[in-house]
């Protein structure tokens, strides 16, 4: 009679390198999604009914959600600012600080944020539900091609949205500022505005609607992508939209910090 094989335990070394493997694999594809996505960029246009479509779901849906949580900011970074410069004397610096964290950080990052959460868990979701009802696959039979149809109109509307949010989000957080450094905390006007157009220069401004457009971009690819390749099933769909936002999440946050190193280091 033949021995049972013994079970060998799984130890957490062979855990790590098979979690590590199954990241660079997913990592390599996310990658090739995004080379076939950039190529078809430079080929051909979106169509333009779809595109305006996403650009309203992208953009104009999101619009409420950035302007109250941008005055929330707004407000929350007057307060900070005052009372930790008024310990040294330096009240008047408010706008300085709340320029430069609004304008380079906080900003781009709440419209990331708010994207990544409404229009992004929308992509995903719809090109999951898509993919499991072979919509996608009838299209390629068809022969069209649906990075153009499907993943363009969302890619670009994300591209171009994004820094026209964080835009607004910029002007409402510093107006918030504003109102409540001059009007409750009782700082000069003259001095607020004049610190803000010495220290906060057009870079500033250009550096924080670059990101917005990396981070546009990225939302869109890695949404689509996760969407793209749903499992079988409402399951599926939902896991691919829980892992869109949060692989979203992470990757602006390690980008901000790679592009906040090159534009200011």
């Not at 076939?36 to 999101?62: D, H, I, N, W």
Request: proline share 4%; with cysteine; net charge positive.
């Amino acid at each position: 009679m033949a021995a049972a094989p013994v079970a060998h335990p799984v130890t957490f070394s062979s855990r790590l390198w098979i979690g590590f493997a199954n990241l660079s694999a997913e990592a390599a594809r996310l990658m090739r999604f995004a080379g076939r996505t950039f190529a078809t960029m430079a080929t051909s246009l979106p169509p333009a009914g779809e595109f305006v479509k996403q650009c309203v779901e992208v953009g104009l849906q999101s619009l409420a959600i950035v302007m109250v949580v941008s005055t929330s900011i707004g407000l929350t970074v007057a307060l900070q600012g005052y009372y930790t410069f008024r310990q040294l004397g330096g009240e008047s610096l408010v706008s300085v600080f709340a320029g430069m964290t609004e304008v380079r950080e906080l900003c781009p990052a709440i419209a990331a944020g708010v994207i990544t959460a409404k229009a992004g868990t929308r992509m995903a979701a719809s090109l999951g539900l898509m993919r499991i009802k072979e919509q996608i696959d009838a299209l390629e039979v068809m022969a069209v091609d649906p990075y153009r149809f499907l993943v363009l109109p969302r890619v670009w509307a994300s591209l171009i949205m994004t820094p026209c949010l964080i835009l607004i989000s910029v002007a409402t957080a510093f107006a918030a500022t504003y109102g409540l450094s001059t009007w409750r905390l009782g700082l000069d006007p003259g001095a607020f505005w004049h610190y803000t157009v010495t220290y906060i220069h057009f870079a500033d401004i250009a550096n924080g609607l670059i990101k917005g457009a990396v981070f546009g971009a990225l939302i869109a690819i890695i949404a689509c992508y996760f969407g793209f390749h749903a499992a079988k099933g409402p399951e599926g769909v939902g896991r691919a939209t829980n892992r869109a936002v949060v692989i979203t999440g992470m990757v602006v946050i390690l980008v901000n910090l790679v592009l906040t190193n090159l534009m200011y280091g």
